[in-house]
């Protein structure tokens, strides 16, 4: 079983115009590279050039922010879903 990945509509584009992917992935670092791998280009519009998320976005493991787990490093089991949300602004 794999973790599904929800993809926001802004992003499709670069999937294809899958709105919900599955990888396998023991973090979401490591989803952020089977992304990448299987979607080449999506990886620079999820990070910056270190590698961190971009400020925009935020991702979310079972509807629980990742910022207030382990960032990045969160780890991820199998049938968890990862939502991909991109910030919202304006007036």
């Keep these: 079983m794999a ?8 992003l ?12 396998e992935a023991g973090d979401v670092n ?4 089977g ?14 050039d270190t590698g961190k998320l971009r400020r925009f976005l935020n991702i979310y ?5 990742i910022r207030f787990l382990d960032n990045q490093t969160t780890a991820l089991r199998d ?4 939502s991909i949300v991109p910030a919202v602004a304006g007036g």
């Design 3 to 10: 973790v599904q990945v929800l993809i926001p509509t802004p």
């Design 12 to 23: 499709q584009k670069f999937t294809a115009n899958e709105a919900c992917v599955a990888l």
């Design 30 to 33: 490591a989803l952020i590279e």
């Design 35 to 48: 992304l990448e791998g299987r979607f080449p280009g999506l990886k620079a519009r999820l990070c910056d």
């Design 61 to 65: 493991v079972n509807s629980e922010d």
């Design 79 to 82: 049938g968890d879903e990862v």
